[in-house]
């Protein structure tokens, strides 16, 4: 058994340290030394060379944000087989059946998004 003791910890927490010094360093020293005029032009949203024009606060489709979530939540489920597929030797029967289920209960719920209707952008 390898017994650690709170000395071998010291090079990470010196790194982190340094780390935090650099960072909170860096902020002061632009804030400090930077420019401070503040111009109609400068405090102005800059958009692609464009000047901005009307609200920015437009509605969008929840449609948008529906796609977006759904993407992620699918993206995060793939993610979960990968430890199954390096490991699905050693998991056996037991590991095949617990993927399968996983997967069916995605099917589930992409069938229920699909019913709803919730990936149609015509509606």
């Known amino acids: 058994m390898n017994n650690s003791s709170p000395l071998d910890f010291l090079p990470i927490v010196l790194m982190l340290l340094v780390?935090?010094?650099f960072v909170v360093g860096t902020m002061f020293l632009t804030h400090?030394?930077?420019?401070k005029r503040k111009t109609k032009i400068k405090l102005?949203?800059?958009?692609?060379?464009?000047?901005?024009?009307g609200n920015a606060r437009l509605p969008f489709?929840?449609?948008y944000f529906l796609v977006a979530i759904l993407f992620v939540l699918f993206d995060v489920e793939v993610i979960f087989m990968y430890p199954w597929a390096v490991n699905y030797r050693e998991l056996g029967m037991k590991g095949v059946i617990e993927v399968f289920s996983f997967i069916?209960?995605?099917l589930v719920g992409f069938y229920y998004m699909m019913s709803k209707k919730?990936?149609?952008w015509e509606e």
């Open 44 to 53: 102005d949203s800059f958009e692609c060379g464009i000047e901005a024009q």
């Open 61 to 63: 489709s929840i449609k």
């Open 104 to 106: 069916v209960l995605l």
């Open 19 to 21: 780390a935090l010094g």
């Open 118 to 120: 919730a990936l149609r």
């Open 32 to 35: 400090a030394l930077g420019p």
